[in-house]
């Protein structure tokens, strides 16, 4: 290689790097790159248009869905494609969406993270999923 090749070769990877330190450690529960939404949220300015990991229970109605934690008491809206989610992971949205499933159904996503959209009636935090990783309902 050339000595400037190599010189942003090396800037590069180094940049990359630092970007990927933070989505890497491993969090509350042992998982490298799984947040809770209280994660998520407290740290929302860190995590800016990075595509992250994120853990929580449905919460749904008509017009919106997301995911929530007890712990803080916060939710994270996350919007997706239903034809590119497996259907298991659908099917409890909407049983979550017509009230039909009283348990928990809890869900690991992956998407970008954006920390503050425009709606309605004002700012929210949303994450894009590009995945379903994990999703079942669970006894309380």
Same mark, same amino acid.
């Not at 090396?10 to 990359?16: E, G, I, P, Q």
């Not at 998520?40 to 929530?68: C, F, N, P």
């Given at each position: ?37 209280? /994660? ?10 990075? $595509? &992250? @990991? %994120?853990? *929580? +229970?449905?919460? =749904? ?32 949205? /909407? ?10 159904? $809890? &869900? @690991? %996503?992956? *998407? +970008?993270?954006? =920390? ?25």
């Amino acid at each position: 290689m050339k000595p400037l090749t190599t010189a942003v070769f090396l800037v590069a990877a180094f940049w990359s790097n630092l970007g990927l330190s933070a989505q890497t450690k491993p969090q509350h529960n042992g998982k490298p790159n799984t947040l809770s939404v209280c /994660e998520l949220l407290e740290h929302a300015k860190q995590y800016e248009g990075r $595509v &992250v @990991t %994120v853990r *929580g +229970r449905v919460i =749904a109605d008509m017009h919106s869905t997301a995911i929530a934690e007890d712990a803080c008491g916060r939710a994270v809206v996350i919007r997706y494609d239903v034809k590119a989610q497996p259907e298991a992971f659908v099917e409890g949205v /909407e049983a979550k969406r017509g009230l039909m499933d009283k348990r928990p159904f $809890v &869900v @690991t %996503v992956m *998407g +970008r993270f954006k =920390a503050r959209v425009r709606g309605s009636f004002g700012y929210f935090s949303r994450v894009e999923v590009s995945r379903a990783l994990e999703y079942k309902f669970v006894q309380d």
